[in-house]
């Protein structure tokens, strides 16, 4: 999703080297994540003072770039559920803000999302460079992020999953 030169972006290839993401790097760009313990957008653009060097699965970026450029991500595409920590800071005014990424090449809404308590619906990046509030039923984009809120500490196996295929869904009679 773009906002005014800002992007949110998330590797649908699992966790991939910077390098091997095709235009990530070219122009003038920045690369953040949101830190929920520090309450801070951390900057891990690689720099002198910072060797980040890649994106992890299933971890929401906000991205900008001077360039008119596309991402072309390197690598097979991710199929399997993705599961890491989403964290909980009581005490924090922002507690429970988690900026994660869709790390498949469909759509997906929370419904596709295990292991956490999770506040009703979600934020996107507008048009317009402000986080919108989305239904719980709304979908994420492909290789977009959206800022979840989780309702308890830390979460160790918070659970993106895959859509069930079709002959894997089970029938409601």
């Known amino acids: 999703t773009e906002a005014e030169g800002w992007y949110t972006i998330s590797s649908p290839v699992g966790t991939v080297n910077h390098d091997d993401v095709v235009g990530l790097l070219n122009g003038t760009h920045d690369l953040y994540y949101y830190n929920e313990v520090e309450m801070m957008w951390e900057n891990v653009k690689d720099t002198e003072d910072n060797t980040y060097t890649e994106l992890k699965n299933g971890q929401g970026y906000l991205y900008a770039n001077t360039l008119d450029t596309d991402l072309l991500f390197k690598g097979p595409l991710n199929t399997a559920p993705v599961t890491y920590s989403i964290s909980y800071t009581e005490g924090n005014s922002l507690a429970g803000f988690n900026l994660i990424g869709n790390p498949f090449t469909y759509n997906i809404t929370k419904s596709n999302m295990s292991g956490a308590s999770l506040a009703e619906g979600f934020y996107t990046l507008s048009n317009d460079g402000a986080w919108q509030t989305n239904a ?34 089970l029938i409601d009679w």
Do not use: V, Y
């Open 136 to 169: 719980e039923s709304a979908t994420i984009a492909p290789m977009q992020g959206a800022l979840i809120k989780a309702t308890e500490k830390t979460i160790d196996n918070f659970t993106i999953a895959p859509m069930l295929k079709k002959s894997q869904a």
